[in-house]
């Protein structure tokens, strides 16, 4: 059975950090593409950062967090990470981690086969 479960979300300020956790079980982050995703109120899923699986571990960024945020992963933890800086209250969403092995747009959801329950993340002014 496939488990992606996110923590680390909250409330912060707007120039503050955070760093989300998104522990794998069932599924092994080093040959998984995974990804983050979020989807605010009244908006559609989008996505946020990725890295792909093998050893090049290449990552992706939206134009919105590149610079701000870095995607990465820990194989021995078999957990994948999202750094966040310098947050802006229009990142306020429900951020999901995603896995997926096979190949396809790295921002597209449908391309994903597994998702964690969503961490949220307030970034107040």
């Known amino acids: 059975q496939v488990q992606l479960v996110e923590s680390g979300g909250g409330s912060v300020q707007a120039g503050g950090s955070l760093t989300l956790s998104c522990a794998a079980s069932g599924v092994t982050v080093s040959t998984n593409s995974m990804a983050w995703f979020r989807q605010a109120p009244g908006k559609e899923r989008e996505g946020v950062a990725a890295i792909a699986a093998g050893r090049s571990g290449r990552t992706f960024y939206a134009d919105s967090v590149n610079g701000r945020f870095t995607i990465s992963r820990d194989n021995d933890e078999n957990t994948a990470y999202l750094q966040m800086s310098n947050l802006k209250p229009e990142d306020t969403a429900i951020y999901y981690c995603?896995?997926?092995?096979?190949?396809?747009?790295?921002?597209?959801?449908?391309?994903?086969?597994?998702w964690g329950q969503g961490t949220q993340v307030t970034v107040s002014t």
């Open positions: 995603a896995a997926h092995k096979g190949s396809g747009t790295w921002s597209n959801p449908q391309v994903f086969n597994y």
